[in-house]
């Protein structure tokens, strides 16, 4: 069970079938210009929408809201201290912000950031230095049916290959995704990234952490790598930390709270370079444009989300979701992560082409039939589009994330989610595809305007 019990409640919006269908076409068919009191169960997104704690809502009425010098500063940087062994540790309102300012000061055009897998806005701040962003997911990625435990870790022998090459010299840092987001939300193992380590240490090249959810990635570790079955989440996330020579982390995942991210760095030199960015664009490095309140809730949270009894709630929580959708035949990535699911819409969708963006079709039919909000990872989100807004060359996958907010649903609200679905894969045939009418070429899932076509 949860090792929590809830006490306070918020009503739940039930729009009719009307409604939400007007509320769609009102949205050009794209889920993030949904209005939230249109949307029963929002599965858009983990971060920012986990649910405080009574001591993390204590730790924020007593915050200090002084301007530099308050006391939630050093209590927000004594925690992340403690967890990651950082000496200079900088904060920001939210982890685009933190990977701003660290990719403002090692990239350039010409410069190389390879990763397991970028994020989409992790890959924008990349291009916006002129840089490339460059994905080396293991092979056993490829397979989404298989059992694979750590399908978030980076090739190794790519990597190798790419550092020694000619190359090598572009490449500023590799930056490890824990888990892998952009991978069907994956864990990384501890002897992946121990390698992927003296790897770049042999070459010469810094390797950072996107530790959104070092957490989640530490508890997957204990459950599945042979030899960490005795260890902390905590004593596991903090060796995970010992290897890199820095971090973002956005802390609206793992920090369980609305707002707040960090920059963690070794070095001096390169700290003092963010330290002017920082100061110059989020605010003075004790509050980096956040509140007393924030960095408060921040500070506890950190403590909270290494309990072990937490994650396995929160796990157990994402596996129950998971047997439910694979009771009702419905393929998803394998083995289950914890933050997200990720549908497999091509297998679910077959009578679409990737031209008809079926992820995002099972996506807006989860909306349309039962006001769940959820997010696509496909070709509308990594394929190329040309000029008409057609497809010319689809993604390797087309998946639906459904994203699991924390402490927030309960067991029989994901069960409701599961029925809808089951109800879907009754009759997938009705799904109809969708084309684009409007998109920027950059952010393409947040801005896109489209329209469903005829079955």
């Not at 047997?323 to 393929?331: E, F, I, S, T």
Request: net charge neutral.
């Amino acid at each position: 069970m949860e090792p929590y019990r809830i006490k306070m409640v918020e009503p739940i919006p039930f729009p009719t079938p009307a409604e939400r269908r007007q509320a769609f076409v009102r949205a050009g068919y794209n889920a993030f210009n949904l209005p939230a009191d249109v949307v029963t169960i929002d599965l858009l997104s983990d971060s920012g929408t986990g649910a405080t704690s009574s001591r993390q809502d204590a730790a924020a009425v007593l915050s200090d809201a002084s301007y530099a010098g308050r006391s939630s500063w050093f209590a927000f940087r004594d925690a992340v201290r403690d967890l990651t062994g950082y000496p200079h540790i900088l904060p920001v309102h939210q982890g685009r912000a933190a990977e701003r300012i660290l990719f403002s000061a090692l990239l350039g055009p010409g410069k190389i950031s390879i990763s397991n897998t970028h994020f989409d806005t992790t890959r924008f701040n990349v291009a916006a230095t002129g840089a490339t962003a460059l994905d080396l997911p293991c092979p056993e990625s490829a397979d989404m049916d298989s059992a694979y435990p750590f399908k978030g870790n980076i090739d190794l022998d790519t990597l190798a290959t790419t550092l020694a090459g000619p190359d090598g010299p572009k490449v500023a840092f590799v930056l490890m995704t824990v888990t892998n987001n952009g991978g069907g939300g994956q864990p990384v193992s501890m002897a992946n990234l121990r390698a992927t380590r003296d790897l770049c240490h042999r070459n010469q090249v810094p390797l950072f952490l996107d530790a959104a959810r070092f957490a989640e990635n530490a508890w997957l570790v204990t459950q599945r790598e042979p030899g960490y079955q005795h260890r902390t989440p905590k004593e596991v996330a903090s060796l995970a930390f010992s290897m890199s020579d820095g971090c973002t982390a956005s802390l609206k995942k793992d920090g369980i709270t609305a707002e707040g991210a960090f920059i963690g760095l070794r070095d001096p030199k390169l700290a003092r370079q963010c330290e002017i960015q920082l100061i110059g664009t989020e605010g003075h490095l004790t509050y980096g444009g956040l509140g007393g309140h924030d960095l408060a809730r921040l500070a506890q949270g950190l403590r909270e989300v290494v309990d072990p009894r937490y994650l396995r709630a929160r796990a157990d929580h994402t596996a129950h979701l998971a047997r439910l959708v694979n009771d009702a035949g419905v393929a998803m990535v394998q083995p289950p992560g914890i933050h997200a699911l990720y549908l497999n819409a091509a297998r679910l969708l077959p009578h679409l082409p990737p031209s008809q963006f079926p992820g995002h079709a099972l996506a807006c039919q989860l909306y349309l039939e039962g006001g769940i909000r959820c997010s696509e990872v496909g070709s509308l989100y990594l394929g190329s589009i040309d000029d008409n807004f057609d497809l010319t060359i689809p993604a390797p996958f087309e998946l639906v994330r459904l994203a699991i907010p924390r402490r927030v649903y309960t067991q029989s609200h994901l069960e409701y989610v599961a029925g809808v679905i089951a109800e879907i894969a009754k009759a997938p045939e009705r799904v109809p595809g969708y084309r684009i009418l409007d998109a920027d070429p950059f952010l393409r899932p947040f801005t896109v305007v489209m329209a469903p076509l005829a079955v």
